[in-house]
């Protein structure tokens, strides 16, 4: 009976969590699907969900356009290199307050998170500004250095709980051992904090990947990434859904594929310290 | 070599004073116990030994040498931590060579005293894998073959079996007596046990508060405890601490018996009392006696014996077996 009970409970809770992941996912399948279509099959009533004229058309017409390939660059620069260039400040940064801390170092680290908590638009403006003044509106630079800054909180506190769970007397043990900080940081630390470090490297090119307020609002063609080439199909003509479906999804294949690929590195960067 | 000596060595964390001035002399060879419940400053006391703490105040001098300025490394001390403190991604080979590969030592000369240890500690099978495809007792064995390849002055213990279950802490604490006998190398271990203290120590010491209660070798300890809280600490079961009239008597303000000194009888005695729980080992009896206007008191008496729950029994402290202390809790 109560084998039965539990049996039938697991049975709902699954169907439950299918319901949830597929409605979650509906919006990414249709926008897929949209792509496929014609215009006048995409905004038809009642829509066609797989039984239409399958075609590629929309595919070619955005990159007749507009120049898919460079846009996708922007995005792999601005996403990489805002990434790497959080490590290099954030590495060190979590690494202090992790294996040293100060009196303060929760106040700094509750305070780098509550930037976090403000609105990105009450910083449109002096930012705009700065980047006008600078003449770096439109430009790679600025976005590396943007995404870099909003995305830093996010960093060090992912490495800082990482480097956390490094035990302190593995690092005494190397002390001990005869090792100087140097060959500590090579032989010890770094191997051991290589997978949270990875986390969080993927964690942060998905987020850079993505961001659209920032590279909607300091871009217009240069340095655009993608998420200003998806932009692009939803003004001035009007619209058009078929072909704004393809642009979204040549946008977020790349990421798709990536984080697909990388599930298990990221899964785990997400929960590292909730479970010992 | 490995003599150690501590002058007024004093540790401060914030402010708070967690070891307010220690002197202590270690001699070479000496098998060295810190023994206290815990916070009482035994394991800041060992850390400021290694070099992983700085002392506040004070000199630690390592044969002779002034060694308190110096790092960890420098200082020829060999350490296990409770935890071990493996590197989970070498294999036990990289482990145990790591401190002859961070000396500059020679690959072949490296193979050489790896494999030794790895003989000395039964480890040879494990060679190859990585600490987290090992039993706690062989981690344990890793960490000190770890230690011993560095043939350091002395090694430093900081609760090694802790970890471990109850039949492995007996063995490990066979193993490591043994390595002792066999290195003849200064050891200091520390432990909140005092049965481990008192079975693998030349010489104990008591810790208290960040204070050294008393030093001295395991039975001396039982024997002349210095204070109360030695009394207390040191003897399984616990010291009877009896105050009031029944230390009056004695010209005490505490009178201390330990349990195996009391004897008993179905007949009289000094005290009455009532038996609450009969605890029966086979080897040794314990019986908790609740006593007219003393309390409980503990016995331990010798073989198998029929007595049980609510029975009456009589106890009586043997006179020249009666701990004295004053008011201060100084043994008179």
Known sequence: ?276 | MGAITLEKVTKEFSGVKVIPGVDLEIAHGEFVVFVGPSGCGKSTLLRLIAGLEDVSSGTIRIDGVDATGLAPARRSLAMVFQSYALYPHMSVYKNIAFPLKMAGMPEADIKAKVEAAARTLNLTDYLDRRPGQLSGGQRQRVAIGRAIVREPEAFLFDEPLSNLDAALRVNMRLEISELHQSLKTTMIYVTHDQVEAMTMADKIVVLHAGRIEQVGSPLELYRNPANVFVAGFIGSPKMNLIEGAPAAKYNARTIGVRPEHIQLSTESGEWAGVVGVAEHLGSDTFLHVQVEGIGQVTARISGELNIHHGDRVWLTPPPERIHRFDGEGTAI
């Open chain 1, 1 to 276: 009976m109560a084998r039965e009970a539990t049996r039938n409970r697991k049975i709902a809770f699954t169907a439950f969590a299918w319901l949830v992941g597929l409605t979650l996912f509906f919006p990414i399948l249709w926008t897929i699907l949209t792509s496929f279509k014609t215009e006048g099959e995409a905004i038809a009533t009642p829509p066609s969900l797989l039984f239409f004229e399958w075609s590629l058309e929309n595919y070619f017409e955005v990159q007749r356009r507009s120049n898919y390939l460079r846009h996708a660059m922007n995005s792999v620069v601005i996403s990489l290199g805002s990434t790497g260039l959080g490590l290099l400040v954030a590495i060190p940064a979590a690494w202090a307050m992790a294996f040293s801390p100060g009196k303060h170092t929760k106040d700094i680290l509750m305070w780098m998170l509550s930037t976090k908590m403000l609105p990105a638009v009450g910083v449109l403006m002096p930012i705009y500004l700065i980047c006008q003044s600078l003449g770096l509106l439109d430009s790679r630079i600025a976005l590396v250095a943007v995404l870099m800054m909003m995305n830093l909180p996010i960093i060090v506190w992912m490495l800082y709980t990482y480097f956390k769970e490094i035990p302190g007397e593995i690092l005494e043990a190397a002390r001990m051992d005869g090792a100087s900080l140097g060959k500590e940081i090579v032989y010890v630390l770094t191997p051991m904090a290589v997978p949270g470090i990875a986390s969080t490297l993927l964690l942060n090119i998905i987020l850079a990947w993505n961001e659209a307020f920032w590279t909607l609002n300091l871009t217009s063609s240069q340095a655009a990434p993608l998420t200003a080439f998806i932009a692009s199909y939803s003004s001035p003509e009007g619209l058009f859904w078929a072909k704004l479906s393809a642009a979204s999804t040549l946008a977020i294949a790349p990421i798709l594929v990536m984080g697909w690929f990388s599930q298990k590195q990221l899964v785990r960067g997400l929960t590292f310290g909730a479970v010992k």
